[in-house]
C-alpha cells in the first residue's frame, strides 16, 4: 500500500500559545482517524503538542488533523500501513522533514521508532486485558498484546539510561469500532468513552512516570475525578 504525506493548507500552522502540559511537544501517534488514538491526539493537542497522525485511509485522518488546527496545533498526516516496513520507514522520515524530531511516540496501532538519536523520548505502546486474560478466540490478539508488553520491557532495560522511556498502556473497554466489530452485544452507553482515557497518555508524554511499566488508564481517568 502507497504511503503519502501531505501538510494542510498552506502548510504546518503556527498558532498556539504555551502553556499546556505538552507544550513544545511533537507526539506522532498511529491510528490516530478514529477511537482512542483520535482521542489521545485531541487530548495531546489541548495540552499544546504538534501531532504527526498516522492512519491508512487519508479522509478521517484528515478530519483529525482539522480538528487538532482548530485548537491551535500543528499537524501533519501521514497516510500508511504500520504493518508495512516501507511506510514505517516513510512516516519517520516524514516527522523528521516536518518536525525534525518525535519526542513522543504512541503505538496505538503498532510500532516505530525515531528518538535514540535524541536522546530522550517516550514511547507509548496500547495493549489490552487481552494480553493477560486468556479470552476463548482472541488468540492472536492476546498473545500480540502478551508480547508487546513483554517486548516494552526489553526495551526499556535495553533503553534505561537513553533518555527514552518506554512503557504500555491498557486503555480498557472503550467504545469504539474496533469494540463494536469485536463484542457487538455490548451496549456502548455502558463502556468508556475513548476520550475519558487520555489522561495517562498525557501524563507519559509529559515526563511523569518511569520506564518499563503497564499502566491502566483507567486508574489514571479516576483519579481525575
Ligand atoms: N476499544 C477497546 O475496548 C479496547 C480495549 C483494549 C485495548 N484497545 C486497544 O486500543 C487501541 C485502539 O483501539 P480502538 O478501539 O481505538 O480502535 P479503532 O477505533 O478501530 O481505531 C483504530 C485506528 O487504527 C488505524 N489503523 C488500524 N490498522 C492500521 C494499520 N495497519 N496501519 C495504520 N493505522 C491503522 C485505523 O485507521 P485506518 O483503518 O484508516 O487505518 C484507526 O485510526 C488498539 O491497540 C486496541 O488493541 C482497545
Redesign the pocket.
Known sequence: MPASFSCGDGGVEMTRGSDGRLAGTIALV?????????AVALAYAREGADLVL????PE??EQVRDEVQAVGARAVVVT????DPD?VERVAAAALTAFDRVDVLVN???ELGPMLAAGRGSVIN?????GVVGYPGWGA?GVS?AGLDQMTRIWASELDGSGVRVNTV??????????A??LPDDDPAG?AR?EDRTEVFVRLAAGDGDSGERLEAAQFAAAQT
Open positions: 498511529t491510528g490516530a482517524s478514529r477511537g482512542l488514538g483520535r498516522v492512519a491508512r485511509r478521517p485522518l500508511a500501513d504500520v504493518g511506510d496505538n496501532a503498532s496500547v495493549s489490552s486485558d487481552a490478539y498484546k491498557d486503555p480498557g473497554d472503550m467504545a469504539t469500532e474496533m469494540h466489530a469485536a463502556l475513548p
